[in-house]
């Protein structure tokens, strides 16, 4: 439920690392608080965030999120299939429902993020 081979924010947030770039979707947990997701504003390529920032919007049946930034960077790339088919948040959020990837600019953050024990304690599972 919470792969071992990203970090979690406390936000509900997961990072994975590749090279200097990081992608970044919501967690199990998360999506499963929200509901059925039916819309994603996503932040323009090159749009600069700081950790803890809001990156994205996730609208769900139930109601509409902030997603935070669980590190610093530069925006790379979107996941465009989320704009027609939002609903891959829910069915595969640790592969085809990423929302971003970053290139990081301060890539000692991501050792500040929970491991997926540390994320498993947090929520209570």
Not at 58 to 74: F, H, M, N, Q, T
Not at 77 to 106: F, H, M, Q
């Amino acid at each position: 439920m919470y792969p071992e081979d990203r970090k979690y924010s406390k936000d509900h947030e997961w990072a994975k690392l590749e090279g200097n770039i990081a992608i970044i979707g919501i967690t199990y947990h998360a999506q499963e608080e929200l509901g059925d997701i039916v819309h994603i504003d996503l932040p323009e390529v090159g749009k600069e965030v700081k950790q803890n920032e809001v990156l994205a919007v996730v609208e769900s049946v139930k109601s509409a999120s902030d997603v935070y930034s669980p590190l610093s960077g530069k925006v790379v790339e979107v996941n465009e299939n989320l704009k027609t088919k939002p609903e891959l948040i829910n069915e595969d959020p640790y592969n085809a429902g990423w929302i971003v990837k970053l290139e990081l600019s301060d890539p000692k953050e991501y050792e500040s993020l929970l491991s997926a024990e540390e994320y498993k304690k947090l929520i209570g599972e």
